[in-house]
Every structure is written in structure tokens, then in C-alpha cells.
């Protein structure tokens, strides 16, 4: 089991030099300075020079993908929301009531985790020990948001068809949008102006938060492939079919993204892919 989990690990290794480097982002694996930290059925740790084994946490737990912020390992499942010492995987807190299916976003610069929640809450919650600060009733499930810092708003998605803004500070809800379908887990972060949402029809929707309007979309085939979408022209510039289980989009750069279309609403499995990307 360790052994497979670590080849595991060696293999996803290869994506990390096309998954944005901010540690306050979920990611798996999660690269920390000394570590990979993997969600597999609970957490993993593994030596970052050696990939030898240095803790499991969580046995049986379904989790998600984790993030690291304020010295603790944050990770969403659906038995409640995890803060883990990243020394040795013991739980520093639970709430047991925030059953996700996305680990939270964070931000140095509120001092805060976000997190939604399949009963359609988003919750706002003190690092450090847990405290809910406040808690924002949706519609459906609603995933984990992206936080635009300078703008001071948080955006999110889930199974209502519609992007909702909502103020940090107390989540007021600023804006809504229409989408033509339910989002594709999180909004993935472009700048501190613009976001990019996945829809399950294969829609790639980008928008400008500060004035609230969409930017740019793409419609892809309902097939297997990964696209590049040049944020400048709002055209596709790359594709090609592959196997793999991705449903987040991955910026490139600062113009381009690539992002993933499957025929089926869940991922069997996960795969580690190498992408060699030319000149476009």
C-alpha cells in the first residue's frame, strides 16, 4: 500500500511545474517546503527529497484536496472539516458539521478559511481554533471560493446555476450570475480581476469580478481532451484527447488555461499526465 502510495506520489510529481505554486491553493499532492502532502483516504505525508513515508492521518476518510496556511494542514470531507499539524497529521480541530466536498481557501490577509458545505452554507472560520465567524445559506451544494483580496469578495459555484459574489467580511451576497449549468467543483483564481468556471455541459465561463460580467466562454465537445484558452482572444488554441479524471482548470502563464472535459459527473480515478506544450 505505502509503496504504490508512493509511486503515487512520484508520478503526480510531474504536474507540479503546471499547478499554480501558491501553497494557500488545494492542491494533491500539496509540494511544502520539506513535504508532499497527499489525499489519498485520508492524508499522507511523505519526505520531499526521500518520498519515504512520514505520516498518515484520517484512515477511511474520504478526503479532499488539502491546503496549508497559519502552520496547519486544512483538508474538507464528507465527515466534516479537518486542521491537521502538518508534523506529525494529529487533528488540531473538526467541524463535524461542515461536510464539503472541497478543502477551503484561505488568505493571510483576513486571517480566514472559506469553506462551503453540501447543505449549501459557505462558512467564514477562524484558522487558528476553528471559530465560525460567520455562515451564508446558498442553494444546493456550494464548493469552496475563490477570494480576490483587493476586491475584498469571495466567488462561488455549486449546483445552482449561477456565480455568487460575497463580501469577506460578513457574506453579504454582492452579485449573481447566471450560468447555464452547475460549476465543476471551484472557481479557479486567473488574477485578482478575473476567475474561471468549469460547467459540467464542457463550458469554460471566465469573469471579470469587478464589474460582475462574463469575459469570455468556450463550448467543447462532450468528449475526453484538455484545451488551452488564450484569456486574450478568447479563443482555443491547443487540444488534444487523453484519459484522466481532471475537472479543475489549470492557468498557464498568464494568458492561457487549460482545462478538462469528461462525459461522466464524477472521476474514477486520477492519473498523473505530463504536458508538453509548444508555442501557440
Known sequence: MLKSASIFVLLLLL????????????????????????????????????????????P????????????????????GLYALSPDDGSIVWHIESLQTIFSPATTNTFDALFAGSLHGEIYAISPSDGTIN???????WVYSPVVLTDLEQLWIGGQAH??????????????????????????????????????????????????????????????????????????????RVFEGGWFSPIQLGDNQIVYFLKDYKQPNQIRAVKLDVGKT
Request: aromatic share 8%; net charge negative; proline share 3%.
Open 60 to 79: 477511511d476518510v474520504h478526503t479532499f484536496d488539502p491546503v496549508i496556511g497559519d502552520g496547519l494542514i486544512f483538508v474538507g470531507s464528507t465527515q
Open 134 to 140: 460567520w455562515r451564508q445559506q446558498l442553494n444546493g
Open 15 to 58: 504536474m507540479s511545474q503546471f499547478q499554480p505554486a501558491t501553497a494557500s491553493s488545494p492542491q494533491n499532492p500539496l509540494l511544502t517546503s520539506d513535504g508532499v502532502i497527499l489525499s489519498s483516504q485520508g492524508i499522507h505525508k511523505f519526505d520531499r527529497a526521500t518520498l519515504e513515508l512520514v505520516w498518515s492521518s484520517l
Open 162 to 239: 449561477e456565480a455568487v459574489a460575497l463580501g469577506i467580511k460578513n457574506g453579504e451576497v454582492l452579485n449573481r450570475l447566471s450560468l447555464d449549468q452547475e460549476s465543476i467543483f471551484s472557481p479557479d483564481l486567473l488574477d485578482q480581476q478575473q476567475l474561471v468556471y468549469n460547467l459540467f455541459n464542457g463550458t469554460c465561463v471566465v469573469i471579470n469580478a469587478s464589474t460582475a460580467t462574463v469575459v469570455g466562454q468556450l463550448k467543447g465537445a462532450s468528449q475526453s481532451r484538455h484545451l488551452i484558452y488564450n484569456l486574450k482572444n478568447n479563443e482555443e488554441t491547443y487540444t
